[in-house]
């Protein structure tokens, strides 16, 4: 079982940056993808960005080119750095890991519990 924690959401004025951490223990050896997904209550779970352990990228086309996620394998932590932040990206963020290379939710058997990111106009 992966244990999955994230941090590092906040309130932001629109155009600001916010940097995402998901922290990762226990059997990570099966973990292949990390991957974040965004929700909005009454909304469904909207994917935003993967990542392959060897290091391959994969972003949601509303995010592409603000958004970078990036892993460190030392620290077993994965990351969601997010600029130019619009009112829109307002949601509980979420970090996933599976192991498959998809963007459906149903692939991640890990979640973790989510972080508050407000994005003000």
């Known amino acids: 079982q992966v244990q999955l924690v994230e941090s590092g959401g906040g309130l932001v004025q629109a155009g600001g940056s916010l940097r995402l951490s998901c922290a990762a223990s226990?059997?990570?050896?099966?973990?292949?993808?990390m991957a974040w997904y965004r929700q909005v209550p009454g909304k469904q779970r909207e994917f935003v960005a993967l990542?392959?352990?060897?290091?391959?990228?994969g972003y949601a086309d509303s995010v592409k080119g603000r958004f970078t996620i990036s892993r460190d394998a030392a620290k077993n932590t994965v990351y969601l750095q997010m600029n130019s932040l619009k009112p829109e990206d307002t949601a509980v963020y979420h970090c996933?890991?599976?192991?498959?290379?998809?963007?459906?939710?149903?692939?991640?058997?890990?979640w973790g519990q989510g972080t508050q990111v407000t994005v003000s106009s």
């Open positions: 990542i392959s352990k060897g290091g391959t990228t």
């Open positions: 226990g059997s990570i050896f099966s973990v292949n993808v």
């Open positions: 996933a890991g599976g192991g498959t290379w998809s963007t459906n939710p149903g692939f991640f058997d890990s």
